[in-house]
């Protein structure tokens, strides 16, 4: 589905709470530069493949060599996989940048239609939920990184327990080293870099699932904007009125389902990426949880992978809603008392109306609250497969 042409110089006026987190992470450009980012921007990724690359390769190693052993670390096994499902939710978020940026642009158009009501509000709202989000993120992995390190010595008993020794402990990310690492200051830096990761990259699995509630959100908004458009184009008397307002609400009906289009097809793989990994990962958790290791850090970590998947869920949920009700916004309003063109007019947007809108996760399934439901009940099923 194509995009709307661009304008270069309209300022993005969605997302600015979570826009900024992304750059902080490096995985955005500036702003004003997000619909054509500069060297700067470049430099930025580059960056970002270096942290993510020495990150997820290495705890790749170690979780071939801990399968290859039937090792029984769930705790690691689960940070492993929850590393890697955001190096590849990141990876096409990245690669997505660009029709992203796009519907943001889109999003904050309002020369055709008028800014919706209660836009300010909702933006206000959703720009402190996400400040919200990131400060329980940060502070969960800052706990969670501060036990690991104080479990050294119990990490180090377990491993020879396990006799397995493919890690340094310490670490949040089980890393496969080469080389010796337990002496000042070189476990220092590794453990500078694990937190400096950690912050910048190990969150972005929730704030991608976020971003796409906000952008779900903000088009329900537009959704709720046509059906009161609607209800005041047949108030009027004057037929000329109501022919020319009811093309206006066409072409916004029109404009919002491409939009929804655009949104599916943007993030319809990350989506996926995220539906099928997040199963393992919380199972690998509740497999943690229940041997009673680091049962709080992991019910902390299960809560962000379950919130971050009722985001998305969520987000599709209000979509498909919203996009039913314009059916009753329009049967709701005065059209028998407009002429017969704009009936036939109405009748052809009630026929659109019919078939509902909605976000998907590739093959998988359709973004809404059930799929939410179906992906909880994996994670058991995986768990009870890992405990037999």
């Known amino acids: 589905m194509p995009h709307p042409p661009q304008n270069p110089g309209r300022k993005i ?13 490096l995985v955005w450009p500036a702003e004003g530069t997000e619909l054509n980012p500069g060297f700067e921007y470049k430099l930025k990724i580059a960056l970002c493949c270096i942290l993510i690359i020495f990150t997820v390769i290495p705890s790749g190693v ?51 239609f008028g800014k919706p009501h209660g836009f300010d509000r909702l933006e206000k709202m959703l720009n402190i939920f996400a400040k919200v989000l990131t400060a329980y993120e940060i502070l969960s992995m800052t706990a969670y990184k501060y036990i690991t390190i104080n479990r050294k ?31 000042f200051p070189v476990y220092e830096l590794f453990i500078m ?14 704030q991608i699932a976020y971003h796409v509630l906000e952008i779900a959100l903000h088009t329900v908004q537009r959704i709720e904007h046509l059906k009161s458009m609607i209800i005041e184009t047949f108030d009027s008397q004057n037929c000329s009125v109501v022919s020319e307002n009811l ?11 491409n939009l929804v289009s655009n949104i599916d097809h943007t993030f319809s793989t990350i989506m996926l990426v995220h539906f099928l990994l997040t199963s393992s990962v919380c199972a690998f ?3 943690t949880i229940a041997e009673g290791r680091q049962v709080l850090m992991g019910c902390s970590h299960m809560a962000m992978w379950i919130t971050a998947l009722y985001f998305v869920c969520l987000g599709g949920q209000r979509i498909m809603d919203a996009t039913g009700s314009v059916a009753d916004a329009l049967w709701a309003s005065e059209w028998y008392n407009s002429d017969t063109s704009c009936q036939k007019a109405v009748l052809l947007m009630l026929q659109r109306s019919q078939k509902t809108s909605r976000l998907t996760a590739g093959p998988f399934g359709i973004l809404q609250l059930p799929l939410f439901v179906s992906v909880i009940k994996a994670s058991y099923s995986i768990l009870c497969v890992l405990t037999s």
Request: aromatic letters at 14%; proline letters at 2%.
């Open 193 to 206: 870099y694990d937190f400096v990761y950690s912050f910048l990259i190990s969150k972005m699995c929730s």
């Open 285 to 287: 958790i509740e497999m």
């Open 247 to 257: 093309k206006k609400c066409i072409s916004y009906h029109i404009e919002i389902l």
């Open 62 to 112: 170690v979780l071939f060599f801990m399968i290859k052993a039937h090792d029984s670390l769930n705790a690691n096994i689960s940070a492993i996989v929850a590393s890697d499902t955001v190096f590849y939710m990141l990876f096409l978020f990245l690669r997505k940048q660009h029709d992203i940026a796009l519907i943001l642009d889109n999003l904050s158009d309002f020369t055709k």
């Open 13 to 25: 006026l969605v997302c600015l709470v979570n826009r900024k987190i992304f750059e902080w992470s």
């Open 153 to 183: 010595a119990v990490c180090k008993r377990i491993q020879i327990e396990e006799d397995f020794k493919g890690y340094h402990c310490g670490l949040g990310i089980p890393r496969f080293i080469p080389i010796g690492i337990e002496f």
